[in-house]
C-alpha cells in the first residue's frame, strides 16, 4: 500500500511503498477515507535527532478516519464496513486518567512506550490503518468523514482548551483566538457555539482575518507587536478574559499574556516554542496560565455531536495522497487555509 512517511531527519516527506498492516487479536484495521495534515508534523519533522523519541521511518498522520476493513480476534462491536473516526492520543487504559477517557493524560504512555498514530506509531496518512483497540473509534454515522477527520485534533484540541475556560466567558467577557488556522478558525466556531463572549481573531495574514470573519469573528487584529495593545483598547482597558494561542510562538505567547484581563484564563495550545514569563508582576493578577494537549475520548464524541448539529463547520482543502509532500510544503509557508485533508483512495 501507499503511506505517506518521514524517512530520515531533515528530509521532506515522501510517498513509499509498504506492507499493508493484518491486525492481530484486539486490533482494528481501517481502510483510511481522510487524513488530516497538521502543523505538528512539521514540528516533529524539524527535530534533530536527539530529539525525536522513536525510530524512523514514522508514517505521518495523526488524523484519520476510515470504514473498518477487517477485525482481529476478539474485537466486538464493529462491523465490517462502519464509518470511524480514531481518537488519536492513545494510552494504556487502565491509569487513573485513562479510567476517566483523559488518555491524553495517559500516566504510563511514556513508561510503556504507547505513542499516537502519526507520531510514534504508524498514522493514518496511508491507504490502510491499524488501530490498536476499538476503544480508539468512535462511530462517525452520517458525518463526512473529509469534513469530519480535522475534529479528531483540529476540533478536539480547542475544544478542550475552550471547555474549561467556559465559566470566564460570561455575558460581556472577551476571548481572543491568536491563529485563525486549522485550529484556530474552529475554536472561533466553537467560542460562538458555546459561549456568549465576544470573539477577537488574530493573524497575520488578510486570507486568514477574513477566514476569521466567515466563521464568526466579532472582531479581527493584524497579529504583530501593537495587537496586545489594539485588544486592549477594543476591551475598554481591561483585556481578554480568555485568550486561545494556537500558534505557541514567541512572539505570540507575548501577545497572549499582554492583552490578558485579570484572572483570565491564557492556554498556549500550539507548539511554536514560546514559553510564558509567569509570576507576580508579569501577568496580570490571578491569571492562570495552561498548556492542554489534545482532549478526552468523551469530548471527541462531544465534539462530533456538534458538527452533527451544525454548530462547526471545517473550511478543508482536499488533496491526494501523491499531493501530500507539497501539502506539507504549502501549510509550512502558510499557503493552507483551514485544514488539508488527504483522500488515501481519491
Known sequence: MKAVQYRSVGAAPEVVTVARPEPGPGQVLLKVTAAGVCHSDIAVMSWPAEAIPFPLPLTLGHEGAGTVAALGEGVTGLSVGDSVAVYGPWGCGSCLMCAQGKENYCLRAAELGIRPPGLGAPGALAEYLLV??????????????????????????????????????????????????????????????????????????????????????????????????????????????????????????????????????????????????????????????????????????????????????????????????????????GRINGRAVILPHA
Open 132 to 333: 490498536d483497540d476499538p476503544r480508539h473509534l468512535v462511530p462517525l454515522g452520517d458525518l463526512d468523514p473529509v469534513t469530519a477527520v480535522p475534529l479528531t485534533d483540529a476540533g478536539l484540541t480547542p475544544y478542550h482548551a475552550i471547555k474549561t475556560a467556559l465559566p470566564k466567558l460570561t455575558p460581556g467577557s472577551t476571548a481572543v483566538v491568536i491563529g485563525t488556522g486549522g485550529l484556530g478558525h474552529v475554536a472561533i466556531q466553537l467560542l460562538r457555539a458555546l459561549t456568549p463572549a465576544r470573539v477577537v481573531a488574530l493573524d497575520v495574514t488578510d486570507e486568514k482575518l477574513e477566514l476569521a470573519r466567515q466563521v464568526g469573528a466579532h472582531e479581527t487584529v493584524r497579529s504583530d507587536a501593537q495587537a496586545a495593545a489594539k485588544v486592549r483598547e477594543l476591551t475598554g482597558g481591561t483585556g481578554a478574559q480568555a485568550v486561545f494561542d494556537f500558534v505557541g510562538a514567541p512572539p505570540t505567547v507575548t501577545t497572549a499574556t499582554a492583552c490578558a484581563a485579570v484572572e483570565a484564563e491564557i492556554s498556549i495550545v500550539g507548539i511554536g516554542g514560546g514559553a510564558a514569563s509567569v509570576g507576580f508582576g508579569t501577568v496580570p493578577y490571578d491569571a492562570a496560565v495552561r498548556s492542554p494537549y489534545w482532549g478526552s475520548r468523551s469530548e471527541l464524541i462531544e465534539v462530533l455531536d456538534l458538527a452533527r448539529s451544525g454548530a462547526i463547520d471545517v473550511h478543508v482543502e482536499t488533496y491526494t495522497l501523491d499531493e501530500a509532500p507539497e501539502v506539507y510544503a504549502r501549510l509550512h509557508d
